[in-house]
C-alpha cells in the first residue's frame, strides 16, 4: 500500500516536472556541454558565416555552462563583461565573431558566450561565427 501511494507520487511529480519542463521550452534548463571530439557535419561549413542563433544549443567550455542557462541568459558573475559587451554593441562598434563548432544538428560556442547572450538580448536573429 505504501509503496503504491510513494510510486504514484513519484510518477506525479515526474509528469509535473515534464509538464514544467515543457512550458520552459529548454531555456530553463543549464547551458549544455558537447564533447567538441563528437562534431560531426561541419566539413563543408568551415570558414566565418551567419548563423541562427536559434541553432547555437550549447558550448564546449564545461566552466561556462554555469554562467549561463539553455537561452544564454547570463547569471550575476557574469555582469561586468556581459554589461561591456552590451555597450559596444549598442553603440556600433565591431565584435569579432565568435567561434563556434557545429555538433550534430546544432551549434556549440568555443568562444563568445557573452556576444552570443548579448545577441539574444538584442533580438538578433544571426551572429557572425567562425566555424571550426
Not at 24 to 38: H, M, N, T, W, Y
Not at 110 to 117: A, E, I, L, Q, T
Request: hydrophobic share 40%.
Amino acid at each position: 500500500m505504501e509503496a503504491d501511494r510513494a510510486f504514484a507520487s513519484a510518477r506525479a511529480r515526474r509528469s509535473l516536472l515534464r509538464i514544467w519542463f515543457s512550458r520552459c521550452r529548454g531555456a530553463c534548463r543549464s547551458l549544455a556541454v558537447f564533447d567538441e571530439g563528437a562534431r560531426r557535419g561541419s566539413a563543408g561549413l568551415l570558414g566565418v558565416h551567419d548563423i541562427p542563433l536559434d541553432e547555437i544549443r550549447g558550448t564546449v567550455e564545461p566552466n561556462r555552462a554555469a554562467q549561463f542557462d539553455g537561452a544564454f541568459r547570463p547569471t550575476r558573475k557574469t555582469r561586468c563583461r556581459w554589461l561591456r559587451i552590451w555597450v559596444a554593441e549598442h553603440q556600433g562598434k565591431a565584435l569579432p565573431p565568435v567561434s563556434i563548432v557545429r555538433v550534430g544538428d546544432a551549434y556549440a560556442v568555443r568562444d563568445g558566450h557573452h556576444r552570443v547572450s548579448v545577441a539574444k538580448a538584442f533580438g538578433r536573429n544571426t551572429i557572425r561565427a567562425v566555424v571550426a
